[in-house]
């Protein structure tokens, strides 16, 4: 049986307000002299792989970053126990259902419906109608159309394996079988549910007398209720399935030896007839089964029952379960028909381990999320947020544990919301005193929630996120730039009158001029540069001799419309109101990237080719310049594009212009990122452009990143510290890596390594 701390399986168990307008009238000066094109290293100062700035000591002379930091709240009501294997899963409008699991303390297993409200975090016990099923646990719950819980599967009280599928309508607390044909698949549970295009698709799981481990994948058609054949994928339980990019993602869990793995395979959607078109019913198949309709049962009344668990509610009455027979010997289906993609990770500082620790993977925007979470043997140092992006196969760490997760708390479930912007962990203090009044202090509750909100770390969303990026998932390049498909619709249309003077019949009525880009750097360093945004983006005083960039042509209704300083100015009828002109002192670049936004709504790389003249690109240094200006004019989702690109894409090159550009936008968390990377990379970090651009006070506030304790160690000494079992942080990391290119192995490493480095592909 697993633990409670046991993440769940499938898309049941897995699944801040912009910062005020900024007044620092600095702002435009050192974004002028930090966002020109990063010129290449002189070849007379490049680095040796030497030296290494130690990692921050332990909490000793360590200032704290007020940063953004999650947090816990005590739920309110009949706190349900800490069941195993249930289902939890957020359906929207502030909801979070859990239904079934096993308590641990009294061998009950329950197939209750529980609700948990996050605005008032109260819990409370749903009464359901209809053909409510029975006891299960290690069943999936899928949200389908917003108002519908799909249960598949899972074992019931006499660990029998199911394989029913059941309907829980969330708005009428109803609950109904389907009748469903096709080739019923083997009993099974904790398994993985992932919906894509109308078809749930069942991945793995554990079935028969023996336990034995699933490798099949298969999917229920939920326009017809059919049933598709079983396919054969991987082997895996308690693991984790997520669609994107017409791909079917698995990650985790553990394997047929019982080990966990941190190896992601995947299967091409696209494509292929077998899951295009509808299910094929052969003469092989079996029929359909469904409930024999009988009179629905009573609303669940938690005072009629005698059975109750370590939560305080009962278990419902425990009818016949009706289980359709499944084929509990093996069969060996044939593969996939789509092409099966695998990569192992072997190891590299920002991997996480999946051998300790609590684990909860979820997904959004195209990105696996790792939570490392604090377990009997695990504190909240050992713990962390990783990223791993499906589109370049590139893991990052988002988060220190301590900078997520405060002491003192175990976390057992884990749910997203669709939009893929918010999780959830629910679990309870590990103090057996602090649980509320009455309860034995011996026992664990799911009485805490945390709420993490994901676009504090950069993350778009699944609903701005573009599933053209996975285009690219094949090439293993870590520093793949991904070009996004040009925008659709009205933004197209827009983004074709974009900057064309009026005499070519574009319709544009103003005009924006920028610093220009032969501006030379050190002159606007040296330059007493202010503009304020609620003072108006025109006012500035230059140097007199500063030259304005070319004309930038644009709508002035455009600009009405996406920009709320300019409508401002615009109602005020200040100067740019008579003159239709507007100066923007920011370099040309970014000014041009800027108004390209409140065009298409969007940010895009620059290409390789260049071939889309009329398409505007941005490098790092623009993005960083527009992050600034993001904050500046309060543009919340401008901000958003930002950080999450530039948290991506984060080099040697460009970490100083951005940790600076983050502090200007007091985006802490990006700040803190970059630095840490600086810190990390130092030796090649002073020799780039970027750096030796940095205003002195920030040169200084760059070096005190490193603790009291900090000092810079040359290449022997390093390697002195990594034999002796990686006494300082990453130095193991180091030893690791040497150790295993030395015995063949491929290792997988974030940075500076050879772009096929580091993947074993199946």
């Known amino acids: 049986m697993a633990q409670p701390g046991t993440p769940g399986t499938g898309s049941s168990l897995f699944g801040g307000p912009p910062h005020a307008t900024s007044t620092n009238t600095n702002q435009s000066l050192a974004l002028s002299s930090l966002n020109q094109q990063q010129s290449a290293t002189p070849a007379s100062a490049a680095s040796s792989n030497n030296t290494y700035i130690m990692p921050n000591s332990p909490l000793k002379n360590r200032v704290p970053v007020d940063g953004y930091r999650p947090k816990v709240t005590r739920t309110l009501g009949q706190k349900p126990a800490c069941l195993v294997n249930a289902s939890v899963t957020y359906c929207g409008n502030n909801q979070i259902y859990a239904f079934g699991g096993f308590d641990q303390y009294t061998d009950e297993v329950y197939n209750h419906v529980l609700k948990l409200d996050l605005v008032s975090h109260q819990w409370s016990l749903v009464d359901n109608y209809g053909d409510i099923p029975g006891v299960r646990m290690g069943h999936t719950a899928t949200l389908y159309k917003g108002d519908k819980l799909l249960v598949f599967g899972g074992e019931n009280e006499h660990r029998t394996y199911l394989s029913d599928l059941i309907i829980f309508d969330l708005k009428t607390a109803h609950w109904t079988q389907p009748q469903v044909s096709g080739p019923i ?65 698995v990650y985790g869990g553990l394997s047929e030896d019982m080990d966990k793995v941190s190896d992601i395979w995947w299967l091409d959607l696209k494509g292929s007839p ?64 789509g092409a099966i993609s695998a990569l192992r990770f072997v190891g590299g500082p920002n991997i996480p381990s999946q051998m300790q620790g609590i684990h909860f993977h979820v997904y959004s925007s195209g990105t696996l999320l790792d939570f490392v979470t604090p377990s009997a043997a695990t504190t909240s140092k050992e713990c962390s947020l990783s990223a791993l992006d499906l589109g370049t196969l590139r893991w990052q760490k988002l988060a220190e544990g301590r900078e997520i997760f405060k002491s003192g708390y175990r976390w057992h479930y884990c749910t997203m919301n669709d939009d893929g912007t918010k999780a959830w962990l629910l679990g309870c203090p590990v103090d057996p005193f602090s649980v509320e009044p009455g309860g034995n202090g011996l026992e664990e509750y799911l009485s805490d929630i945390m709420e993490i909100d994901l676009r504090r770390y950069g993350f778009l969303g699944n609903n701005m996120s573009l599933e053209s990026r996975a285009d690219l998932v094949h090439q293993p390049s870590s520093r793949l730039r991904l070009i996004e498909q040009p925008s659709k619709g009205l933004g197209a249309d827009l983004s074709k009158l974009f900057n064309q003077p009026p005499e070519t019949g574009s319709g544009t009525d103003f005009v924006i001029t920028a610093l220009s880009n032969d501006y030379d750097d050190e002159d606007i360093i040296g330059s007493a540069l202010v503009h304020s945004a609620e003072s108006g983006a025109g006012q500035s005083w230059l140097a007199p001799d500063a030259p304005t960039s070319q004309p930038i042509h644009v709508h002035r209704l455009m600009l009405q419309a996406r920009w709320p300083h300019f409508a401002r100015l615009w109602s005020s009828q200040m100067a740019e109101f008579h003159t239709k002109k507007m100066h ?99 030796g090649r970090i002073v020799r780039t452009s970027g750096f030796l651009k940095l205003p002195r006070h920030a040169l200084v506030e760059l070096s005190q990143e490193i603790d009291m304790e900090g000092r810079v160690v040359g290449g022997e000494e390093l390697d002195m510290f990594s034999m002796e079992g990686g006494r300082f942080g990453e130095s193991s990391d180091v030893a690791r890596r040497k150790e295993s290119i030395s015995s063949g192995q491929t290792q997988m490493l974030e940075d500076d390594v050879d772009d096929d480095e580091g993947m074993e592909m199946t």
Not at 208 to 231: M, P, Q
Not at 284 to 300: E, I, M, V
Not at 590 to 617: E, M, Q
């Open 185 to 249: 698949p083997k009993g099974r549970a904790r398994h993985a549910a992932v919906l894509h295009e109308d078809k749930l698709f069942i991945v793995g799981g554990i079935t028969g007398h023996d336990n034995y481990v699933l490798e099949d994948i298969c999917y229920l058609d939920l326009k017809t209720f059919t049933w598709s054949r079983a396919w054969r994928f991987v082997g895996r339980f308690d693991h984790s399935a997520y669609i994107w990019g017409d791909r079917v993602w």
């Open 274 to 337: 077998a899951f295009d078109s509808p299910p094929h019913i052969g003469s092989f198949d079996r029929p359909g089964l469904s409930r024999n309709p009988t009179s629905p049962r009573p609303a669940y009344n938690a005072g009629s029952s005698p059975a109750v668990g370590a939560s305080g509610y009962a278990a419902n009455s425990r009818t016949a379960q009706v289980n359709p027979p499944s084929f509990l010997m093996k069969n060996y289906a044939p593969p996939a028909p």
């Open 584 to 682: 923007i002192p920011e370099p040309y670049s970014v000014v041009k990237a800027f108004l390209y936004f409140l065009y298409t709504d969007r940010i895009d790389p620059v290409s390789d080719d260049g071939s889309d003249d009329n398409h505007v690109t941005a490098d790092l240094s623009d993005v960083a310049g527009l992050l600034v200006m993001s904050n500046t004019y309060n543009i919340p989702h401008l901000r958003l594009l930002c950080v999450n690109r530039l948290s991506k894409e984060l080099d040697v090159d460009h970490a100083c212009i951005i940790w600076y550009c983050a502090g200007l936008a007091s985006e802490e968390w990006l700040r803190k990122r970059a630095a840490q990377y600086c810190l990390t990379h130092w």
